[in-house]
T-cell receptor, first 112, second 114 residues
Framework: DVKVTQSSRYLVKRTGEKVFLECVQD?????MFWYRQDPGLGLRLIYF???????EKGDIPEGYSVSREKKERFSLILESASTNQTSMYLC???????????FGPGTRLTVT | AQSVAQPEDQVNVAEGNPLTVKCTYS??????LFWYVQYPNRGLQFLLK??????LVKGSYGFEAEFNKSQTSFHLKKPSALVSDSALYFC????????????FGSGTRLSIRP
């Protein structure tokens, strides 16, 4: 079975802090994604990566950056956390060429 | 630009009855279509996909979905609902000619009453 793990299930940070969310997948998938999930808005794509050191902006990249130094690991960075970044963050990976996504359990981030 | 719509925020069905969760999409090329389910306090789980071939695709937990190109729809169906099917369901689409970007609908909460 594909396994996608996220570094924390719950995280509480203060406004202005730098926040790192880590995601690791064990199936050698090429693609990795970061989404945020908010009630009534579904999943919104923040960034995705289709190869090591390669990244593309999704629909809501402002205030976020990403890093993919190794194929199995994709990190999301909040440079200066703000209260409007309080959300559920979901990481996913997918293989080529079928593209179905496998999700981690999510990190619920609260910024106070 | 690609988009996906789930017109119903909530669907309520009695156990044992058939269920349908609706999804329509808009892409400029050939679509890759997906359904995912999210149980409470869990991540999303892949249910089924359509890429090419038969318009009726079968997936996990007895679910199936019908691809209708003329109506640009990909509705999720199950012949007999179970209480354990109660969850949040997401439809997603990938444009065949684009990079790996996948767009999700806003989700439909399915509630099955005993």
């Amino acid at each position: 079975d594909v396994k996608v793990t996220q570094s924390s299930r719950y995280l509480v940070k203060r406004t202005g802090e730098k926040v790192f969310l880590e995601c690791v997948q064990d199936m050698d998938h090429e693609n990795m994604f970061w989404y945020r999930q908010d009630p009534g808005l579904g999943l919104r794509l923040i960034y995705f990566s289709y190869d090591v050191k390669m990244k593309e902006k999704g629909d809501i990249p402002e205030g976020y950056s990403v890093s993919r130094e190794k194929k199995e690991r994709f990190s999301l960075i909040l440079e200066s956390a703000s209260t409007n970044q309080t959300s559920m963050y979901l990481c996913a990976s997918s293989p080529l060429p079928t593209y179905e996504q496998y999700f981690g359990p999510g990190t619920r981030l609260t910024v106070t | 630009a690609q988009s996906v719509a789930q017109p119903e925020d909530q669907v309520n069905v009695a156990e044992g009855n058939p269920l349908t969760v609706k999804c329509t999409y808009s892409v400029s090329g050939n679509p890759y279509l997906f359904w995912y389910v999210q149980y409470p306090n869990r991540g999303l789980q892949f249910l089924l996909k359509y890429i090419t071939g038969d318009n009726l695709v079968k997936g996990s937990y007895g679910f199936e979905a019908e691809f209708n190109k003329s109506q640009t729809s990909f509705h999720l169906k199950k012949p007999s609902a179970l209480v354990s099917d109660s969850a949040l369901y997401f439809c997603a689409v990938r444009e065949g000619s684009s990079a790996s970007k996948i767009i999700f609908g806003s989700g439909t909460r399915l509630s099955i009453r005993p």
